[in-house]
């Protein structure tokens, strides 16, 4: 695969054009490439001469991959899947996250998105014939909301040593959507250098909502958002590593039957997602996962499971 390079790169572009391009939503060569020269004039106010010469010049330097379909599906078999330490939430997905592909949870506040994601980042570590892939992890946390702590008790129920688990996870603290997209960037050579294996970003789209408010606004943080969500799937499947996210809800005024709340983040987030997967609470502590979009799992089917001391669980027989 083709490595990402900057705009800088690109013969021509000088910094006052790199600075036009970005500000215009123009932050990779490959955004260059695959937009037409039209776009670049109007959107980043350069001659018509100056974005014919870019756009060609960006088009010779991103290599397109042909690969085989025996290559593809070598490539596929490789993949690997993570345990979610719960049986009837494994049997919904097809036995765990798999790697190189994005799995999104959404849902509303307290159905379990966070516990999920930390309960993952502990597992990931297991061995493989234990359920893991021996993996550390990244966790892009934007609401603040990791626990340590809870990492520590999810540890010691499936008998790790939570000092070493700890270590295990890189964790980053995120700010703003800009934030956001500099962490992703920066997560490749991080990701390879230290056998990472999950990245976590909880929640995806908080701050992409903060930063960017009004219809004004919609259309630049779509278009960064979605070069942020492909930056992230080329990750997963350049380093074989499951990227997990989270969503929130977004009312629909619109909705007049049925459930009014869509995960958000619009197409931009529907199109990127590998399998989109649906938590909602249900009584006490017990919560419910349901697909909402996959290519391959079935979206009849549901998986209940609680929340405990010890992570999410499976609901024992006196439970159910
Ligand atoms: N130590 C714990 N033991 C049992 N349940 C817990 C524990 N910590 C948090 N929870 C439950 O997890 C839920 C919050 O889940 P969380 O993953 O933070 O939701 P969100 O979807 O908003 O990320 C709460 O309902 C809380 O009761
Ligand atoms: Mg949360």
């Known amino acids: 695969m083709s490595e990402i390079l900057d705009i800088k790169d690109l013969e021509g572009v000088g ?3 790199a600075s036009k391009l970005k500000q215009a939503g123009f932050y990779s060569i490959e955004s260059i490439a695959v937009s037409p020269a039209r776009e670049l004039e109007e959107k980043a106010g350069l001659t018509s001469e100056t974005s014919l010469k870019l756009t060609e010049a960006a088009r010779q330097l991103v290599k397109i991959d042909f690969i085989s379909a025996k290559e593809l599906w070598d490539r596929r078999s490789s993949m690997l899947k993570i345990s979610t330490g719960c049986n ?12 190189q592909a994005m799995t999104e949870f959404w849902g509303e506040y307290g159905s379990g998105k966070s516990q999920l994601c930390m309960k993952l980042s502990v597992l990931v570590q297991l061995p493989k014939d234990q359920g893991g892939v021996d993996g550390k992890v990244l966790f892009i946390d934007t ?12 540890t010691e129920a499936v008998g790790l040593e939570p000092e070493k688990v700890l270590e295990n996870i ?8 800009d934030h956001q997209i500099l962490i992703a ?3 490749f050579k991080l990701c390879h250098e230290e056998n990472v294996k999950l990245v976590v970003v909880d929640s995806l789209t908080s701050h992409w909502r903060a930063d960017y408010v009004g219809r004004e606004n ?10 942020h969500l492909h930056k992230l799937l080329r990750l997963a499947e350049i380093e074989n590593l499951s990227v997990v996210v989270t969503n929130q809800v977004q009312a629909n005024p619109a909705t007049f039957f049925g459930d009014p709340n869509r995960p958000a983040g619009g ?3 529907a199109h990127a997602s590998t399998h989109r ?7 006490g502590n017990t919560r419910v996962a349901k697909i909402t979009d996959s290519p391959c799992f079935s979206s009849e089917t549901e998986a209940n499971f609680i929340i405990a001391e010890s992570g999410i669980e499976d609901i024992s027989d006196n439970e159910k």
């Open 277 to 283: 997967i649906h938590l909602r609470k249900s009584r």
């Open 88 to 99: 009837s939430l494994n049997d919904l997905i097809g036995g765990g996250i798999e790697t």
């Open 15 to 17: 910094p006052a054009t």
């Open 170 to 177: 890189i964790y980053a603290r995120c700010y703003n959507s």
């Open 143 to 154: 609401e603040g909301t990791f626990s340590p702590q809870r990492i520590y008790s999810m």
């Open 218 to 227: 919609l259309s630049i943080r779509q278009q960064k958002l979605n070069m």
């Open 267 to 269: 197409n931009v987030v």
């Open 185 to 187: 960037d920066n997560s």
